[in-house]
C-alpha cells in the first residue's frame, strides 16, 4: 500500500502541476495528501485547494492467480505466478478548484500515464464521475468534491522451489512373493506397492 500510494502522490502532484519531489514540511505541506490530519480538524484555509488520496485493494474475481511459468534457476525451478489485483483509488477533493481538479485528473488519467502503465497500473474506464459534496464544518460550508477510480494491477510472484538432492532411503526387505501386496521394513514402515 505504501508503494501504491507513493505513486499515485507523485502522479496527481504531477498532474496538478505540483513538484513531487519538493521539500515539504507540516508547516508547508504539499497539496496533495496521503493521510488526513492527526487533530481531526482541516489543517488547510478555507480558500486553499487540497486533495486526499485513498486507494484500496478490492476482493474481486479477477484477482485469482491468471497464469503461471516455470524457469530453470540454476539446479532449482522458478515459479512465476501472475494476477490481476483491483485498486480502488478515492480522491476527496476541497477548495476552490476542487470540482475542476478532479476532472482534470480523471481526463489525464484516462489518457494515459507511463508512471502508470510501467508499474502494470491500468485504468478501467468507466462511468465514474465528479461528485461536488460541499461539507459543512464549524457552521461554515467548504466546497468538496470526490471521485472513484478503478485500475487493473498486474502483479507478479516469485518463489523459488529447490531440487531434491538427497532422499534418505530406509532399508527395505520385500516379502516373499505371493505372500503379501505390502512390504514391510525393518523400520515398521509399510508402504504400499500399489
Known amino acids: 500500500m505504501d ?8 502522479v496527481l502532484m504531477r498532474i496538478l502541476g505540483f ?5 515539504y514540511s507540516p508547516s508547508n505541506p504539499p497539496a496533495v495528501r496521503k493521510s488526513w490530519p492527526t487533530e481531526g480538524q482541516p489543517d488547510w484555509g478555507f480558500n486553499q485547494d487540497v486533495l486526499f488520496i485513498q486507494p484500496t485493494l ?15 534457476h540454476d539446479a532449482d525451478l522458478l515459479r512465476r505466478q501472475f494476477q490481476t489485483r ?3 483509488l478515492g480522491l476527496v477533493a476541497y477548495g476552490p478548484n476542487a470540482v475542476e481538479h478532479l476532472y482534470m485528473i480523471r481526463t489525464a488519467l484516462y489518457n494515459g500515464m ?3 502503465t510501467d508499474k502494470k497500473l491500468f485504468v478501467v474506464p468507466g462511468p465514474e464521475s465528479v461528485h461536488f459534496n460541499p461539507e459543512l464544518f464549524q ?8 471521485l472513484a477510480l478503478t485500475f487493473n494491477w498486474g502483479v507478479e510472484y516469485k518463489s523459488v522451489v529447490k531440487t531434491i538432492e538427497h532422499v534418505p532411503i530406509v532399508d527395505i526387505s520385500a516379502n516373499a512373493e505371493g505372500s503379501s501386496t505390502r512390504v514391510i521394513s525393518h523400520d515398521s514402515f509399510v508402504i504400499d506397492k500399489k
Open 19 to 23: 513538484d513531487p519531489d519538493a521539500a
Open 86 to 88: 483491483v485498486v480502488r
Open 3 to 10: 508503494e501504491l500510494q507513493d505513486l499515485f502522490y507523485d
Open 114 to 116: 507511463k508512471s502508470l
Open 58 to 72: 478490492v476482493d474481486h474475481d479477477i484477482s485469482q492467480p491468471l497464469d503461471e511459468e516455470w524457469e530453470d
Open 139 to 146: 457552521a461554515r460550508w467548504w466546497r468538496r468534491a470526490d
